[in-house]
């Protein structure tokens, strides 16, 4: 591979003009070292991004552009981390397409932080360098423990899925986790899972709504239904890059290209963007639609709406909702759907490789 660039003309000046500081400093050298050592050699971005944070906070006591460290740290590592993921067997497309989320997140922080350049996504970007989170066309796609608490069903003949709530789950009035968005519980029922020998019987979710059915069990016959997928098992995740283009083709381009390279036959995701009560809120026609319909969907705790910061902003809150100024036609259907007391959510999903 030639000499790989990732960064716009911005982040490589700002790297260059402040690279000196920390070069001249020997607790930098240091920990830039152990940094190397725990994505070269170890293989682990959280270890290496706990060392970078030392560093960070290291660089505020200095009075140095404290954010701009891991940075330039990718920097100096830049062809070494090309040179690891080709012994990998990595394709050199895949390698520039997946290092695109380091000027992504960048470009982020810049959005946030009134230009200036740092990151701080930065166990995320680590996982791109390190070739655990890797870019195929629009996607991205990882290894992964799956841990929804749901189990997934296959029926032997239809290939009709079914996933069924595990045991202990509190499940409110509308058939989300209890605690889902903050949201007020007036009635809560605990789950149950009877996995016989013959029979399972527990609650199923609507694989459309994304909501635990409480008012019936279903029973599944062990012989017609083949268990899929449990949590603690091994599973691909599916990511989705800021940008990313989300046309019919270029989805199916990303499976076709990423299928080769990963054995499991379900694929699992996490996001505002598999949400059903989209359809609220965008036309029938749009590409964020198609994305999700793809997907059978499970209900997520999670504290608020992922939807409201990627498509709000960052740091948005409810409170905020009256007075915000909207600049697409997103925002302003997403504003008006939610002062008029309705709810978003994020939202758990499984498919098949197609």
Known sequence: MTKLSIFSEDTQAAVAFFAAAYESNEYFIRNYSRCRELLLVEKDPEGAAEAVMFGIRHARLLHLDDFLLPVIYIDWMLQE??????????????IRDSFKDVE?????????????????????VFRSLTGKVRRFCSLQFEEVTYEFPFLIFENRQSGEFQA?????????????????????????????????????TGY???????????????????????????????????????????????????FHRAKNYYENQILVCD??????????????????????NRFHKMPVLTGQPQILERVMGFDFTMEALEHFSCTT??????????????????????????
Not at 216 to 223: A, C, D, H, M, S
Not at 273 to 292: A, G, N, R, W, Y
């Open 104 to 124: 992504i997140w960048i470009q982020s922080f810049r959005k946030y932080h009134k230009g200036q350049v740092g990151l701080d996504r930065i166990e995320w």
């Open 81 to 94: 981390l090309v040179q690891e993921l080709e012994k990998q067997g990595i394709p050199e497309a895949v």
């Open 271 to 292: 996001s505002w963007l598999l949400d059903p009560h989209l359809k609220h809120i965008l036309p029938e026609t749009s590409k964020i639609i198609s994305f999700m």
């Open 329 to 354: 036609s997103l925002q302003a259907s997403l504003k008006k759907y939610l002062l008029e007391g309705n709810e978003m959510f994020t939202t758990a999903g499984f498919m098949r490789w197609r």
């Open 164 to 200: 069924v709530a595990c045991p202990d789950l509190m499940i409110d009035q509308n058939g989300y986790i209890s605690g889902t968005n903050g949201r007020s519980v007036i009635c809560e029922t605990k789950t149950f899972l009877d996995f016989g020998d013959r029979a399972l």
């Open 204 to 254: 199923r979710v609507d694989l459309e709504s994304g909501t635990v059915k409480m008012d019936t069990p279903v029973v599944l016959n062990r012989k017609e239904w083949e268990l899929k997928l449990a949590p603690g098992e091994k599973a691909i995740a599916v990511h989705i890059p800021e940008g990313s283009d989300l046309s019919p083709d270029s989805i199916d381009s990303s």
